[in-house]
């Protein structure tokens, strides 16, 4: 089915649509930047793991980075190559199964690291071991995306270290970001260079995570390339690794729903969709942010001063589809009255998305759709009664 990439009038049900020449820019980008700073930049299965699209990434990236037994198999069987692998804990059950698909192995502790080393490399002997530590500095504002906040479960402190590493810790794993520029990262290396840098000759690699939203408009590549330029001038011996989830996906496609109704209470009108914010657009609540809908203007998620309709027409909230009270998020304006039937699409929808999607209130999953720069709208997968009974087995 061949398909208006502006309008999508010719579809007719909710559907993920990644586009694949925003994709391949995108790509093309991050590999340009991995080439001119000698660093190795991988995809983070957290932000997005549609394997029936993997074909288009090995073109340009050489392996992804895992955060459990599930996506490291996911990494080793569908993308072809075994990946960087950090988890907060790995138990006895799943060690050596996700060392055997791992090329890289991050410990979040001393004591995890002493409980399953051994384990790890008895079943993967070529494997290489790190330990996350962290800096206790970010920029990040929101806590929920900040892994360095106070009290963050996440890796070990300069003070917790000792003198000398265990001689088969050989790299360090560094994730401070959440959608930042060049710029948080240069402040950011500052202080990780000096709370661990007497420990970088003991070390092979080091994995700087990810939030590098190097695909953004306004993001300054050139400053990211001379800042990890600089860094392999600095210590010459360490790889370099960065694993970007967002920054491979950013605006590279929408959700595209549909009007289903259209309800009034007090006066405010609300547009009752076929896909859930609870269900589909999890961060949208979660960050929170309202996301960009095409052919109108956000408002804001205030209502004072809207209403009543007649002084400001055409300003719609917009609702999900489940029986959830809070899901609904903010207010849109349109340049005309809205009809049940017509497409709302939802920009930048591909990262974060697909892989929080849930089927709470049995409500199904969008489709996943692959949109070819002819139009072509290629079906990836549709979803089924039994994908929801699968789930409930």
Not at 33 to 58: E, G, H, N, P
Request: proline share 5%; charged share 20%.
């Amino acid at each position: 089915m061949k398909v208006d990439l502006q309008t999508f009038s010719q579809l007719h049900h909710p559907a993920y649509v990644l586009e694949e020449q925003r994709l391949r820019k995108n790509l093309e980008l991050i590999s340009d930047v991995a080439r001119q700073s000698d660093t190795t930049i991988i995809l983070a299965f957290k932000a997005f793991a549609l394997w029936k699209t993997f074909s288009i990434f090995r073109e340009y990236i050489p392996a992804t980075t895992a955060s459990s037994l599930y996506e490291a198999r996911l990494g080793y069987e569908k993308f072809g190559s075994r990946v960087h692998t950090f988890s907060p804990g790995y138990t006895d059950d799943n060690i050596a199964e996700i060392a055997h698909y791992s090329s890289h192995l991050i410990f979040n502790s001393l004591s995890q690291y002493q409980g399953f080393a051994a384990k790890a490399r008895s079943a993967n002997p070529e494997i290489s071991l790190g330990l996350r530590v962290n800096p206790e500095y970010s920029e990040v504002e929101t806590l929920l995306y900040n892994p360095c906040a106070p009290g963050s479960r996440f890796g070990v402190t300069a003070d917790q270290l000792p003198e000398e590493l265990p001689k088969d810790i050989e790299g360090f794993h560094c994730h401070c970001h959440c959608e930042s520029g060049a710029d948080v990262f240069q402040r950011t290396l500052a202080h990780i260079e000096e709370k661990f840098g007497k420990w970088f000759p003991q070390l092979k690699w080091i994995n700087f995570g990810g939030g590098h939203l190097m695909t953004r408009k306004d993001y300054d590549t050139e400053l990211l390339i001379n800042i990890l330029n600089g860094f392999h001038k600095r210590h010459p011996h360490l790889k370099l690794i960065l694993e970007p989830g967002s920054a491979f996906l950013w605006q590279t496609g929408p959700l595209v729903s549909q009007v289903v109704d259209i309800v009034e209470n007090h006066g405010i009108r609300t547009a009752i969709l076929n896909v859930s914010f609870t269900c589909h657009m999890p961060d949208c609540l979660e960050m929170p942010y309202q996301p960009q809908v095409r052919f109108a203007e956000s408002i804001g998620t205030d209502a004072d001063g809207l209403y009543p309709a007649e002084k400001t027409p055409h300003i719609y909230r917009l609702g999900g589809d489940s029986c959830l009270s809070g899901d609904f998020m903010g207010y849109w304006k349109f340049d005309h009255e809205l009809q049940v039937g017509e497409n709302i699409i939802f920009e930048d929808m591909i990262h974060y998305t697909t892989v929080k999607t849930t089927m709470f209130n049995g409500i199904s999953h969008p489709s996943l759709m692959l949109a070819h720069p002819d139009g072509e709208l290629e079906m990836l997968r549709k979803f089924s009664y039994e994908d929801y009974m699968n789930r409930m087995d």
